[in-house]
Structure formats: structure tokens, C-alpha cells
């Protein structure tokens, strides 16, 4: 699902390659997918996330920009980009918004409504056999990898949900069902 909806956001966004992506939220599961496959169209990708996901977005290919340091300056007063793909909202939402210039070009999947005030809007997820063909056939190809952190069995399901709520999980955990 994940996957998919970075797709349907990039779809929406229409980049060409070499312009430049800012994606907030860049370590989760929407936005490390993503980085992943924006960097597939060819193009630059930005990616704000906390300092400890940092491997995880430059291994990525994206420009890493530490979530802290974003929340205090942005990029740079300078610095405009192409596109804003939201996964947090609220002010890291703003700031980003700030940066580009056709606001019709900021999709939020964290916050629909305060990314439509800003010129923007939500990410229409297109949930049909063909996105989900085309997505197989993304990972198929390595144009993007699923980012699996863990396998947990069932009976210890509840603690991995607990990681996962709590924002700092690296990827997603599978559940299996011991015979």
C-alpha cells in the first residue's frame, strides 16, 4: 500500500527528470518508496528525516536533510524545488509548501486539508489491479525494494505494532503465522 501510494503521488506530480523533489517524511513507508522512485524518473530528491534514518535515505540516492535542522531553517532561503510530496503535515508541511513555487505541485498523504489550503491537495489513491500491476512490476524490476525491517511471528504481533505507532521503525515488519 505504501508503495502505491508514492506511486499515485508521483503520478500526480508529474515530474521531469532533473527536477528537483522535496519529500517530508522521507524515512517512512510512502516516503522511503518514494525517494526510491523518484530517483527511477530521474529526479533529484531531497528527503527530511531524522538524523536516524539518515543511511536509509541516502542509500536511497536522496539528498538527506536532517528533520530538526529542516524545522528550524527549511532548506535554505535560496533553495526552491519542483514538488512536495507531504507525509507529516503541519508546519513541516508549510515550511515545505514555502519552497515551491507552483503550489498546484504539493501532495500530502499526512494532511489533505491543510496541503488544499495551501494550493495543493491529498494524494488520490488508485487502488486497481492495474497500479498494483504496475507497482509488481516496479519492484519485479528493481526500480524499488520493499523495505522489511522485521519478521515477527503472530503471537508477538502487538509489540511490533507498538514500534511501528511509535514513528521510529526503519521499514516494515511482516507478520508470519507459525504452523
Known amino acids: 500500500m505504501a508503495i502505491?501510494?508514492?506511486?499515485?503521488?508521483?503520478?500526480?506530480?508529474?515530474?521531469?527528470?532533473?527536477?528537483?523533489?522535496?519529500?517530508l517524511g522521507a524515512g517512512g513507508g510512502v516516503g522511503s518508496h518514494a525517494l526510491q522512485l523518484a530517483k527511477h524518473l530521474g529526479v533529484r530528491v531531497i528527503g527530511v528525516?531524522?538524523?536516524?534514518?539518515?543511511?536509509?535515505?541516502?542509500?536511497y540516492g536522496a539528498q538527506h536533510l536532517d528533520s530538526a535542522q529542516f524545522q528550524d531553517?527549511?532548506?535554505?532561503?535560496?533553495?526552491?524545488?519542483?514538488?512536495?510530496?507531504?507525509?507529516?503535515?503541519?508546519e513541516t508541511?508549510?515550511?515545505g509548501a514555502a519552497l515551491v513555487a507552483d503550489k498546484a505541485k504539493i501532495r500530502?498523504?499526512?494532511?489533505?486539508?491543510l496541503?488544499?489550503?495551501?494550493?495543493?491537495?491529498?494524494?488520490?489513491?488508485?487502488?486497481?489491479?492495474?497500479?498494483f500491476a504496475?507497482?509488481?512490476e516496479l519492484i519485479r524490476s528493481g526500480a524499488v525494494a520493499p523495505n522489511?525491517?522485521?519478521?515477527?511471528?503472530?503471537?508477538k504481533a502487538a509489540s511490533a505494532v507498538a514500534e511501528l505507532e511509535s514513528g521510529h521503525a526503519l521499514g516494515k515488519t511482516v507478520v508470519v503465522f507459525a504452523d
Not at 502505491?4 to 519529500?23: M, R
Not at 531553517?73 to 503541519?90: F, P, Q
Not at 522489511?148 to 503471537?155: A, K, L, P, R, T
Open 4 to 23: 502505491g501510494t508514492a506511486w499515485d503521488a508521483l503520478q500526480e506530480l508529474q515530474l521531469e527528470p532533473g527536477q528537483t523533489l522535496l519529500v
Open 49 to 59: 528525516a531524522s538524523h536516524a534514518k539518515k543511511v536509509l535515505v541516502e542509500g
Open 73 to 90: 531553517v527549511g532548506v535554505n532561503e535560496e533553495t526552491e524545488v519542483d514538488a512536495v510530496l507531504d507525509c507529516v503535515g503541519g
Open 93 to 95: 508541511l508549510r515550511l
Open 108 to 113: 500530502s498523504v499526512a494532511a489533505a486539508e
Open 115 to 131: 496541503a488544499k489550503e495551501l494550493g495543493g491537495s491529498g494524494v488520490t489513491r488508485r487502488r486497481t489491479t492495474n497500479v
Open 134 to 136: 504496475e507497482v509488481a
Open 148 to 155: 522489511v525491517s522485521g519478521v515477527v511471528v503472530f503471537e
